[in-house]
């Protein structure tokens, strides 16, 4: 059976890569592919207590964050996890695994806060994806969504970290230049951003022919 296609979404928060991740599950279900939609931080034991650090340290409590070091191990630990557990049985099952953030989002986020070469050294035993869709919006633009959701917010998404956060993304390229990056222009409608994706799975992937 032919191993299943690994794509990553990556983005700023606030890029829309959860809601374009769903679109283009259903549209490669549509077209007869079994598809596995994910997500890091996972659902598993290590990344829901990723979520809990996350949304703990809005409470502003110096003694209730974590160092960011411990929160760059757990990334990994809960990615090395998701895979053996989730990622690696559906593509071996000939499923395709469409993930909301991977590697690239560890060395943008927790590369800008603490040694980008460790942080890259923790994960350099994860495999690449077959493809990893970085949708690109600028920063305001990606402020402007958050602000309009009314979820409830996490310690990355100051307007200043997502700075940083975005030029992390460009050396995560030049770190990892052998892995399979298409950049989508991601400030345009949902349905164009989709259409956009669309084209770049069939054309890098070969997929639906
Ligand atoms: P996010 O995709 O925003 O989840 P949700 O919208 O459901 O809260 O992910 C949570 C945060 O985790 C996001 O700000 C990015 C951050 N993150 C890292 O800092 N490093 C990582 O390796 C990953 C996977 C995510």
Redesign the pocket.
Known sequence: MARGKFIVFEGL?GAGT?TQCRLLSEWLRSHGRRVHET???SEGPIGRMIRQV?REEQLGADDLRMNAQSIAAL?AADRADHLKSEIEPALNDGVDIIC???VH??LA??GSEIDLEWVASLNSVMPAPDLIIFVEVPVAVAGARRAARDDEA?I??ADVFQAKVAAGYLTARSMRPHDPVATIDGAGSVEHVQDEIRRVIIERLGLLE
Do not use: C, G, V
């Open positions: 928060d959860t997500a890091e931080p996350l990334f909301d953030r991977y989002s560890s986020y927790q996490e990355y998404e």
